[in-house]
Nanobody, 125 residues
Framework: QVQLVESGGGAVQAGGSLRLSCAASGRTFSTYRMGWFRQAPGKERDFVAAISWSMGNTYYADSVKGRFTISRDNAKNTVFLQMNSLKPEDTAVYYC??????????????????WGQGTQVTVSS
């Protein structure tokens, strides 16, 4: 089993920045990829960004390209999401996810085996 714990959410004004962290524990040796998804009230949980654990290849949703950066610290089993130039439409609960098989695409919600509890990000105009 793998446990994921997110931190770093909060409230910020438009144009501001936040940095989310997600620490993985348990059977993390089989990690293929980690990602971030977000879910706004009444909407689907959407892909934000992902990073492959061994090579560090990154993937982004079009809506966050150029504003968000995903990175990882393999030694600490932690993935980060640096969010700059935040917009009110970025308001959502952000979830960390871990994929152990790497069979499906990075942006597919069903590709991920483990999920964190989520952290709220609120951007005011």
């Amino acid at each position: 089993q793998v446990q994921l714990v997110e931190s770093g959410g909060g409230a910020v004004q438009a144009g501001g920045s936040l940095r989310l962290s997600c620490a993985a524990s348990g059977r993390t040796f089989s990690t293929y990829r980690m990602g971030w998804f977000r879910q706004a009230p009444g909407k689907e949980r959407d892909f934000v960004a992902a990073i492959s654990w061994s090579m560090g290849n990154t993937y982004y949703a079009d809506s966050v390209k150029g504003r968000f950066t995903i990175s990882r610290d393999n030694a600490k089993n932690t993935v980060f999401l640096q969010m700059n130039s935040l917009k009110p439409e970025d308001t959502a609960v952000y979830y960390c996810a871990l994929d152990v098989r790497g069979i499906r695409g990075a942006g597919i919600r069903g590709a991920y085996d483990y999920w964190g509890q989520g952290t709220q990000v609120t951007v005011s105009s």
